[in-house]
């Protein structure tokens, strides 16, 4: 009974990890730019993918890992420079097809050059589960629960002591008042976008070992990313990691004690009922519409 | 209001003259996928353009009518008739339901939610395997009413035709009654709306299950046309087709609809020439668009002659 419940939890919090960090490249994003990218889920994958290739090629892993995920955040900020900066004054419906577009012409791209099927490249340290209580937890899950954890610290430290995360903070609050205090607003949103796509692709490098990378893997990672952000309040650093975790955790339970056919449904159904209670979700900003 | 109505009278003569210039079936075939589309289209349009409401699950609306036709007269023995009925029915009671607690929200949320909406549709329609197929889908039976079975491109290019002309027709009208200015002084400004005596709320929600209806009718004529009908008709891509269709046609302007839905259903046909690379390329263009001309086709155009609307 514990067991089975504590195994669901494991997988829960390690895919609800990826999701959480999928959100906070939401977050980051729609702070500088109040733009939502569809194109989140491509940055996950491709740093998956481009692990695959990397390693083909003959890099060792950890060269490999940062070479994915600095193409990735390469990719992120082409995507800032040619499709949202020259579209800066169009509303919200013709950014997000913008960067669906983005997302199509990625994904399409590596379905011709990568192939369709699945890849995948072993765990950092073994497949020899662990067993806690009964139930087993995989090594790489570990990875993931530590990479996620480190990349939450390092995202905090950034924000709280640096110049360039306070400027980014003071962009997201009001960008007219921060290029008056002198903050590059153009440089706040180009690296935004470059850590988001990093942030995102580091999470498709740590989850590939466990649940395999393909070229259309994006499309509902990030949109459960996406019910993540929106779960903890769109913008919310600390909502965007609470919810990933909630999404991830209830994912697995309703996978595990219900119906595993609709897991996929369950982080749609949970946000609409969030957000019948909630309308800005569990953390977001308590704003007053002024007229 | 006299330009409009010239409008639809270039369009009535354009669809009358149309099949003298298509060659064959095939051609027949995406003409009609297109009137499909701007039907679609101009559901949503109202929606989005004019009533400023966003929707990301708008295909979901479409598969309930795709699929109350294909399960009812399958596997219930219902007259395709009943079952597009039965169809808008349900889809306009769904849409009535959620809407009020989905219209509380705004912008990004209220994308979130009416994505979420479409998600959980398609997945129904993919988990249901005994009534729907499962992922491969099903087939259905052709459309007959009162005895006449509506049968090949050309025949249902004329059932196609007239309900284009009627909803535009029907939108025009729309637009300009005091229903349709409601709808878009809330677009405007819901509290100055709301001071003006409109009701704001029951209004978004009757456009809403209006434009669902609107999706789940088009959903079952085409699911007869096409004679089969799979969960892709209700997924994310599919909804977000729709939305494309509109805006880049150009939001709040019907015409525009046309064009947008026109183009946009073109496109994949003439990508098919680059073998492979179709999806880089829709999506190159999708940002072209976009990017180039952010209000839309209709408007823009409108804008270079020298013309406001």
């Known amino acids: 009974m514990l067991t089975q419940f504590l195994q669901f939890l494991f997988s829960g919090v390690t895919v609800g990890a990826a999701y959480a960090l999928a959100a906070l490249g939401f977050a980051l994003i729609y702070n500088a730019s109040n733009v939502i990218n569809f194109a989140q889920g491509e940055f996950i994958m491709l740093g998956g993918v481009l692990t695959v290739v990397f390693l ?3 890099l060792p892993t950890p060269l490999a890992i940062c070479a994915a ?9 082409l995507i800032e420079r040619l499709a949202i900066e020259p579209a800066r004054d169009s509303d919200v419906v013709s950014l997000i097809i913008i960067t669906i577009g983005a997302s199509l012409v990625l994904r399409g791209a590596v379905q011709v050059w990568f192939g369709k099927g699945p890849a995948t490249f072993p765990a950092f340290s073994g497949d020899a ?19 996620a954890s480190l990349i939450v610290l390092a995202l905090w430290l950034f924000f709280a002591f640096t110049i360039l995360g306070k400027a980014i903070l003071a962009t997201a609050y009001n960008p007219l008042a921060a290029r008056l205090v002198g903050i590059d607003t153009q440089w706040v949103l180009l690296v935004s976008f470059a850590l988001s796509a990093a942030i995102g692709a580091l999470g498709g490098v740590l989850l590939t070992p466990i649940a395999f990378t393909s070229y259309d893997v994006g499309v509902m990672l990030g949109l459960k990313g996406f019910v993540a952000a929106v779960v903890g309040g769109l913008g919310s650093g600390v909502g965007a990691v609470v919810g990933g975790l909630l999404v991830g ?8 004690y219900i119906s595993s056919a609709y897991k996929d449904a ?7 009922l969030i957000l019948f209670f909630l309308p800005r979700g569990l953390f977001g900003a308590k704003v007053t519409e002024r007229v | 209001m006299t330009r409009a109505n010239f409008g639809l009278l270039i369009l009535v003569a354009m669809l009358l003259a149309l099949p003298l210039a298509l060659p064959n079936t095939y051609y027949f075939d995406i003409a009609n996928r297109m009137a499909i589309n701007a039907v679609l289209a101009l559901g949503l349009n109202l929606l989005i353009g004019f009533a400023g409401q966003i929707s990301l699950g708008h295909a979901g609306f479409f598969g309930v009518g795709a699929y109350a036709s294909a399960v009812l007269t399958t596997h219930f023995g219902w007259t395709p008739i009943a079952a597009l009925l039965a169809g808008g029915l349900l889809a306009g009671l769904l849409a009535a339901a959620i809407a009020p607690p989905i219209f509380r929200l705004r912008g990004h949320y209220l994308a979130m939610a009416t994505l979420g909406l479409g998600v959980i549709l ?44 009627f909803s535009v027709w029907a939108s025009l009208n729309l637009i300009d009654s005091p229903f349709g200015r409601a709808l878009r002084a ?9 001071t003006a005596g409109v009701p704001v709320a029951r209004y978004k929600a009757a456009i809403f299950t209006l434009s669902a209806v609107f999706a789940s009718v088009m959903g079952s004529l085409s699911a007869h046309y096409i004679g089969f009908v799979s969960p892709n008709v209700a997924d994310f891509f599919h909804s977000i087709e729709l939305v494309t269709m509109v805006v880049v046609g150009g939001m709040a302007s019907v015409f525009g609809s046309l064009v947008g839905a026109a183009l946009l259903t073109a496109l994949p046909q003439t990508l098919v020439a680059f073998q492979g690379w179709e999806t ?7 940002m072209g668009f976009m990017i180039l001309l952010p209000r839309g086709l209709a408007p823009s155009i409108a804008a270079m002659l020298g013309r406001s609307r």
């Open chain 1, 249 to 256: 955790v209830i994912e697995a339970m309703s996978a595990g």
């Open chain 2, 280 to 286: 880089v390329v829709f999506g190159g263009v999708l």
């Open chain 2, 122 to 165: 398609a997945i129904v329609f993919k988990n249901e395997a005994q009534l729907t197929g499962g992922p491969d889908g099903m087939s259905v039976p052709p459309f007959s009413m009162f005895g006449f079975e509506i049968y090949g491109e050309r025949q249902w290019y004329w059932v196609f035709a007239a309900l284009l002309v």
């Open chain 2, 186 to 194: 809330l677009h405007g400004s819901e509290v100055a709306a709301q």
């Open chain 1, 56 to 58: 083909k090629a003959g």
């Open chain 1, 129 to 147: 589960p662990i067993t806690v209580a009964g139930a087993t937890l995989l090594p790489q899950s570990l990875w993931v629960l530590g990479g």
């Open chain 1, 266 to 272: 369950t982080p749609f159904l949970l946000i609409l």
């Open chain 1, 69 to 77: 995920v600095l193409a990735a955040a390469i990719v992120g900020m």
